[in-house]
């Protein structure tokens, strides 16, 4: 995610159909987006200034949705928007953020499921692999919500498990960064589950939106034309997967999932975040991406500088060179402040990222 103190320097003078901004701050405590600590989440004050320039009655696409923060303001813009990620967890999150829904009527919802789930008689037991993460009251509160979720809405769910992960760090004594996540810290605290549920889904929930409602798929992108029409998509604006295989279902959302009983390893399967094979399974997306897209569509890809084995890759470098479209538009900020600012240090590394805009209309293929 991009980080306070950002520097613009265009690389290529091809005149963009869109403005990049500069932020000062990227995370907005009053928004939707706080509802789940997701790993590589963008920001939504940067999604947010480049959507406001695109045109409202537009389709959008983001091939990589993550937990939905691109297709959540673009719908806040009018725009039809489409998500497709292959992360069930991701998915759910993204779902809720953008499903359409009654604020009272929710937290209504909400308020009868606590008083059900207080008085459930068998409650399941939290299996071992997350349940050394919580003080024992915690989690029996947390399997009392997750056994009667089932038809909860999606909002709920994106409450109850973005939830879970403030639970997990309040009982660790509140000493978690960025980079300790995990890290056990006895004695465990008890934390009010039902408090810390009460609290996020209704800080969030005047945040929910009326529509027009977007659509997320939980779909593998290398195939994404199976669930995209051909030729439907005017802008794709996404931040891929990275290519130092980042795990997406590792950090809190290993405790979530451990909780939830899925698979974290068929997961992982359906995601592109092997170092080796990245080139060829990104290239892979990318054709299929081509598929959705049209001669005009705007391609919009936020990618990032990372070390992998000791040595500097440039997201750019990588993403001109495999992408089937020519003459990106290229902005590279450099960034400063960042969780890793020790790594950074230690490793010398400068933390940049790099915007890539593909203007089909003057551009066009390979
Ligand atoms: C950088 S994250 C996107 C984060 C998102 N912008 C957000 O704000 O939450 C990249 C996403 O690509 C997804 N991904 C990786 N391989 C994929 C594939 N083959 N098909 C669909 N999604 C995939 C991961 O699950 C991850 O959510």
């Known amino acids: 995610m991009q980080e306070p103190g950002v520097n613009n320097s265009s690389i290529c003078d091809s005149t963009p159909r869109i403005t990049l901004g500069h932020f000062d ?8 987006h706080g509802i789940y600590p997701y790993r590589g989440k963008m ?11 695109l045109p409202s009655n537009a389709t959008l696409l983001d091939p990589f949705c993550g937990t939905g923060t691109i297709v959540y303001e673009a719908q806040s813009h009018g725009m039809k928007a489409v998500g497709v990620d292959n992360n069930p967890l991701a998915c759910i999150i993204a779902k809720g953020k953008i499903e359409y829904g009654n604020q009272e009527s929710v937290l209504s919802i909400l308020d009868t499921a606590i008083q059900n789930a207080s ?7 939290m299996p071992d692999s997350a349940s050394r993460y919580f003080h024992p009251e915690t989690a029996n509160q947390i399997m009392r919500m997750v056994s009667i979720s ?17 639970a997990t760090r309040a009982c660790n004594g509140w000493l978690w960064t960025s980079t300790s996540v995990g890290r ?9 589950f039902y408090s810390t549920l009460l609290k996020k889904a209704r800080k969030h929930s005047e945040f929910i939106n009326a529509g027009p409602l977007a659509t997320i798929h ?3 992108t290398r195939r994404i034309h199976e669930v995209v029409p051909d030729g439907s998509v005017d802008v794709v604006y996404t931040s891929p ?10 950090y809190y959302s290993k405790i979530v999932l451990e909780i939830l009983g899925l698979d974290r390893t068929s997961i992982r399967e359906g995601l592109i975040q092997s170092f080796s094979s990245y080139k060829e399974d990104m290239q892979s997306a990318l054709a299929a991406i081509d598929r959705v897209v049209h001669d005009e569509s705007l391609i919009i890809f936020v990618v990032g500088n990372r070390m992998v084995h000791r040595k500097l890759i440039k997201g750019s470098d990588i993403f001109t060179e495999i992408a089937p479209w020519i003459n990106p538009y290229v902005v590279e900020r450099e960034y400063t402040k960042t969780a890793s600012g020790l790594w950074d240090t230690i490793n010398a590394t400068k933390r940049k990222e790099q915007i890539l805009v593909w203007d089909l209309a003057s551009g066009g293929r390979k």
């Open 184 to 192: 056990i810290n006895k004695p465990l605290r008890p934390v009010d």
């Open 119 to 125: 008085l459930l008689e068998e409650v399941p037991m």
């Open 43 to 53: 920001s939504a004050i940067d999604a947010a200034y480049v959507i406001s320039q």
């Open 150 to 166: 089932s038809d909860f809405p999606s909002y709920l769910l994106a409450s109850l498990y973005g939830s879970i992960c403030v």
């Open 241 to 250: 997967p990275y290519f130092d295989a980042l795990d997406y279902t590792g």
């Open 25 to 32: 701050k990227v995370s907005n405590p009053k928004s939707i």
């Open 218 to 220: 939980k779909h593998d």
